[in-house]
């Protein structure tokens, strides 16, 4: 047991895509902003280069047996957890993961869940622009992966080619978990919700949000306000962040 | 042995039913208003009413205090004190002396029901994510926009009912705190040394 625990965190680390630097830098995400705020600060972090896999995963699991598939309480994990995790290669994404057990990995890969600020950061750049969410051929691009029916082999795509900051697959392969994926203040039609911001009022959502031809980013934003911290979704994965430490 | 067994079963069973909060669920570290470790373990086996604030906050939250007095007072009334645990959405900011402050603008001095927990912020996201209590933070302002939801947790850390904190007419959940036994001793009912 303990030789084939080695050997997967050999073949892990031999597999591994790593993580890059993301630079400090200032974004306008779609929701958040204050009416005169014009970005946010992003303070400098590291960000895997690709979503964690099937082997990582299983190597968590070697060494923390408390997640595993019928061991993690319904207090963290739906009953979808980690169902048909072996029916894909190990080089494919891990999905049918909570943001509980997200989280738990990269709690123990020594990092944490990127925010949604800082995913939507890395993720608004291709392969030559920092920022190309205003962009109508990078929207198109997005758009048209989130209209593509799911085909059996989705998970074994390479995903989005590897952008300015080095990072790959933000979009094309699977929607990820972030830190804070639920702070977004949307409850359907506040007309019914008796909600008091009209934020989100049907229709006025998209004319609130910072960017309204951003249609890739509202769906992003839509996606994560439907889930839960126990949900487990086929195509829901994660790649972790990290603190960087700031310079003397 | 066999009540334990059939207890297991039943504490399985309900486990199954779908999705369950429970603040027990991960272990999360809070400090005391005096600086002192602490954590919710050390709440198990009482009733406890939870909510959170930030003392800075000029928006609910005042809202949120008045509304937890109401409750304190409404439940002392009915012989069913309850302790009201006040987790802190910005640890960075409510300092031990904060805590002092922000109790005596309440006049909350004296409230010994009242705790109230600070952590970081890791520790604050895995307790509002387990509770599916929603907030976020203005990194230039900040300022934090919050549910206002107070939660009745019971000995297990399960969950049992919640209400808002703004609009909601306290009624059923003070129905849902139990009356403590007579024989039973009364704990957590202001026996908390200050």
């Given amino acids: 047991m303990r030789a084939i625990a080695l050997l997967c965190s050999f073949v892990v680390s031999a597999a591994s895509a790593g993580d890059v630097a993301m630079p400090a830098g200032r974004f306008a995400p779609l929701f958040g902003l204050d009416v005169g705020q014009q970005a946010f600060p992003v303070p400098a972090f590291k960000l895997d280069v690709r979503p964690v896999t099937r082997a990582d995963y299983a190597a968590f699991l070697a060494q923390q047996p408390s997640w595993a598939r019928g061991k993690a309480p319904r207090t963290v994990v739906d009953s979808q957890y980690l169902s048909g995790f072996g029916k894909l290669p190990p080089s494919a994404p891990v999905t049918q993961v909570s943001y509980f057990a997200a989280r738990a990995y990269c709690a123990w890969k020594g990092g944490r869940l990127p925010t949604t600020l800082e995913w939507e950061y890395a993720a608004a750049a291709d392969e030559t622009r920092a920022d190309a969410s205003r962009q109508a051929d990078f929207a198109e691009r997005i758009l048209g992966w989130y209209g593509k029916p799911n085909r059996p082999d989705d998970l074994l795509q390479p995903g989005s080619p590897k952008n300015v900051y080095g990072v790959e697959a933000l979009h094309g392969l699977v929607w990820e978990w972030t830190d804070d994926f639920n702070a977004l203040f949307v409850s359907g039609d506040n007309r019914q919700d008796g909600d008091k911001s009209a934020q989100f009022m049907c229709g006025s959502g998209a004319t609130g949000s910072a960017r309204r031809e951003d249609y890739a980013a509202f769906m992003r934003y839509a996606m994560r306000s439907s889930l839960t911290p126990r949900s487990t979704l086929p195509r829901l994965g994660f790649r972790c962040a990290y603190d960087v430490k700031e310079a003397p | ?194």
């Fill in chain 2, 1 to 194: 042995m066999k009540s334990l067994i059939l207890s297991a079963l039943l504490a399985n069973a309900a486990a199954a039913g779908g999705d369950v909060k429970n603040v027990l669920a991960l272990p999360t570290s809070w400090r005391a208003e005096g600086g002192a470790a602490t954590s919710l373990e050390a709440l198990k086996g009482r009733w406890y009413a939870l909510s959170f604030i930030y003392t800075s906050c000029a928006g609910s939250c005042p809202l949120t205090t008045k509304k937890l007095k109401r409750l304190d007072d409404t439940l002392a009334q009915a012989g069913k004190p309850l302790e009201l645990v006040v987790v802190s959405l910005d640890p960075t900011h409510d300092t031990p002396a904060e805590l002092v402050k922000y109790r005596d603008r309440y006049a909350l001095k004296d409230a010994a029901r009242w705790r109230i927990l600070v952590g970081d912020d890791a520790q604050v996201r895995t307790l509002t994510m387990l509770l599916e209590f929603k907030y976020t933070k203005n990194p230039e302002s900040g300022v934090i926009a919050h549910d206002n939801t107070v939660f009745l947790v019971n000995p297990k850390g399960d969950v049992v009912t919640s209400m808002s904190s703004l609009d909601q007419p306290m009624e059923a959940f003070v129905a849902a705190v139990p009356t403590p036994k007579p024989s039973a001793p009364r704990k957590g009912t202001g026996t908390k040394a200050r």
